[in-house]
């Protein structure tokens, strides 16, 4: 078998276990391995990461799990996880990175350095050399072919279910690490501390626009309603742009892109970079006054009225 017809999947991990994008991720390369007839290998980089690499190694498709594990390595700075795939690329056909913050940080820098053009949040497989990737705000969907020896793709991690975190026993192989870059240097985190899901792989996301009115609505009239359900609080971009809500709530092109089993639109009339982040949503509730809001025209089900008054009463309702 020639090891050009390999998958390289480049894991997102916090260290201790792995984020769900990598198993979405690894999804869309099992694709790609039954019509390479490679196999699919994962790569863990970090520093005591031995706990992600062996998760990796229980993921059902995966044949081998790689760890560079090195003290230069614990913050994942985007050179320094580049160098560390470049170091390993002439052996794969394929390098796949979520389409995330973190793999998109890392994935452009291997693409320059091997001279190839990345395919960006690919959506689809149809071939080893085709993919889907939506254009202009998800309204059209284009399909690009790479001839390049070596693709380097991110892949749209909410256009894969993920495959089972149980029913693979690869086995793991420790790689030499690359050395520190130098070229950046971690500063500092400030983690926010939430009881909620995480936004992106939330099952429920309630979501607040502009028509909230305030930062003190947003929270007063959506917070107790995301609380019934368990649900991820969102937010558009004119609800950030205004104070309402973090960067780190927004969902749209700028924002994060997510496919809950359940949407709940507040307030939000449907601008296009907020509809790219959340029409691939299971089921899409929407509030508005406005009855021409362009939000009805993706919603399976839609209240017309005050958020005010419809959201606080279905709150009432869930009991």
């Known amino acids: 078998m020639s090891t050009l017809a390999n998958i390289l999947v480049v894991a997102e991990h916090d260290h201790g276990?792995?984020?769900s994008a990598t198993l979405s991720t690894v999804t869309a390369a099992v694709e790609l391995s039954k019509m390479s007839g490679g196999e699919v290998h994962v790569l863990v980089v970090g520093?005591?990461?031995?706990?992600?690499?062996?998760?990796?190694?229980?993921?059902?498709?995966?044949?081998?799990?790689?760890?560079a594990d090195a003290?230069?390595?614990?913050?994942?700075?985007g050179e320094n996880v580049a160098a560390q795939v470049l170091a390993m690329a002439a052996d794969y056909g394929h390098i796949l990175f979520p389409a995330t913050a973190h793999?998109?940080?890392?994935?452009p820098r291997v693409a320059a350095r091997l001279d190839v053009a990345q395919v960006s949040d690919a959506t689809r497989v149809i071939d080893r050399d085709t993919f889907e990737r939506p254009i202009y705000a998800g309204n059209a969907i284009a399909t690009v072919?790479?001839?390049?020896k070596v693709k380097v793709i991110t892949v749209r991690t909410t256009a894969f279910d993920a495959v089972p975190s149980e029913g693979g026993n690869a086995a793991v192989q420790m790689v030499d690490a690359v050395a520190d870059s130098g070229k950046s240097a971690f500063v500092s985190a400030e983690i926010a501390k939430s009881d909620r899901p995480e936004l992106v792989g939330?099952?429920?996301v309630?979501?607040?626009?502009?028509?909230m009115g305030s930062s003190e609505k947003f929270i007063e009239v959506l917070t107790p309603l995301a609380d019934k359900l368990g649900a991820a609080l969102g937010a558009s971009r004119a609800a950030v742009d205004a104070g309402y809500a973090p960067n780190d709530w927004q969902v749209g092109q700028t924002g994060k892109i997510v496919a809950p089993q359940l949407y709940i639109a507040c307030g939000i009339s449907g601008a296009i970079q907020h509809l790219a982040g959340m029409k691939d949503s299971k089921v899409i509730v929407a509030i508005n006054k406005d009855p021409d809001a362009?939000?009805?025209?993706?919603a399976d089900y839609g209240l017309v009225g005050d958020v005010f008054e419809l959201v606080p009463a279905l709150t009432s309702a869930l009991g």
């Not at 003290?71 to 700075?77: F, G, N």
């Not at 793999?103 to 994935?107: P, Q, R, S, T």
């Not at 309630?206 to 028509?211: A, T």
Request: without cysteine; glycine residues 12%; charged residues 15%.
């Open 206 to 211: 309630v979501s607040g626009g502009r028509g």
């Open 202 to 204: 939330a099952k429920i």
């Open 145 to 148: 072919q790479s001839v390049d």
């Open 294 to 298: 362009p939000i009805f025209g993706i």
């Open 17 to 19: 276990a792995l984020k």
């Open 103 to 107: 793999g998109k940080n890392a994935a």
């Open 47 to 67: 520093h005591n990461t031995r706990s992600a690499a062996d998760a990796a190694a229980r993921v059902a498709g995966v044949a081998q799990v790689l760890l």
């Open 71 to 77: 003290p230069q390595l614990a913050e994942q700075l």
